[in-house]
């Protein structure tokens, strides 16, 4: 049994969407601007940037996309919910969030 607002689970949904979607602009433009910048950029600290953000930086943004988009489409089979319980047919359907990455 879910107890929830629905206007306040598609609200929570939509943050999960632009969340996701912001986390994957940030993987985007650091990686387009660290691509470009590569070419003559030689430094200790591109070596430490570079190194972090194979390792660590960029796993993480994805598993950030790939979390908001898991969180996000349990909210939206919440909201769902309510329209096949009967509770408000005037709900249309929240789909599940997929992860860009």
């Known amino acids: 049994m ?3 607002n629905p206007e306040d689970l598609a609200e929570l ?5 632009r969340s996701m979607h912001d986390a ?8 387009s601007a660290k691509a470009k910048a590569e070419e003559e950029w030689d430094s200790k600290y591109k070596e430490q940037f570079v190194g972090e ?4 930086l960029r796993p993480s ?12 489409s349990n909210v939206a089979t919440n909201y769902n919910d309510f ?5 408000d047919a005037t709900l249309v359907d929240l789909p599940p969030l997929v ?3």
């Not at 994957?24 to 433009?29: G, L, R, S, Y």
Request: with cysteine; aromatic share 8%; glycine share 4%.
């Open 24 to 31: 994957d602009a940030v993987i985007t433009a650091l990686e």
């Open 53 to 56: 953000w194979e390792s660590t």
């Open 61 to 72: 943004l994805i598993t950030l996309c790939q979390s908001l988009a898991t969180h996000g």
């Open 2 to 4: 879910v107890s929830a």
């Open 83 to 87: 329209k096949v319980a009967g509770r």
């Open 99 to 101: 992860s860009p990455r």
């Open 13 to 17: 949904y939509r943050a999960f969407e």
